[in-house]
């Protein structure tokens, strides 16, 4: 299975799709989400699910930030701003919700942009190919989205990039 996006040039995402962005904000959250193309995946897939994560996050907040989840996505593109428009998949909860980001679990059901605060963090977008539809319910965490896949992962794969400070 191979992921690639429009967003990355080059080993580094667009601007647009972080904090240096100029459109789609939610109070300190960047929405604009990254456009993805999956190809090649596993003929009896039946859904994907997404995680883009930031583990460059450890030293600044002590966890692994969570960008944006999404599970139950039965396509094989998505447009750029989709986290915001599109209807067809489930989205999860990102790190913006809670004591550190400020929103409501699912005020932060979203993409949340890119936006990191020391230095260049490198970004992973994991796709999963899945045999089954998980059936989460909107604002589902990290471990639930881990814990529904469980036993039904056809196949992954991993875009990595980077995305330079303020």
Known sequence: MIITSRA?????FADEYGHRGQRDWSGEM????LPIQITDA???????AIVFEDKDAVPVCGFTWIHW???DLDRT??????????????????SWSGKLGGL??????????MS???????YELHVYALDTRLDLPR???LNELHKAMAGHVLDQATLMGLYPTR
Not at 30 to 33: F, H, I, K, N, Q
Not at 79 to 93: C, M, P, R
Not at 106 to 112: I, K, N, R
């Open 104 to 113: 409501d679990r699912l005020a932060a059901s979203y993409y949340g942009g």
């Open 77 to 94: 593109e998505l447009l750029a701003n989709e986290s915001v428009t599109a209807t067809d998949f489930v989205q999860g909860t990102n």
């Open 69 to 71: 989840l999404v599970a």
């Open 30 to 33: 960047v929405t604009y989400s």
């Open 42 to 48: 596993p003929a009896d897939t039946v859904t994907f």
């Open 116 to 122: 990191p605060p020391d230095c260049a963090h490198v």
């Open 139 to 141: 604002g589902f965490y």
């Open 8 to 12: 990355l040039q080059h080993g580094i």
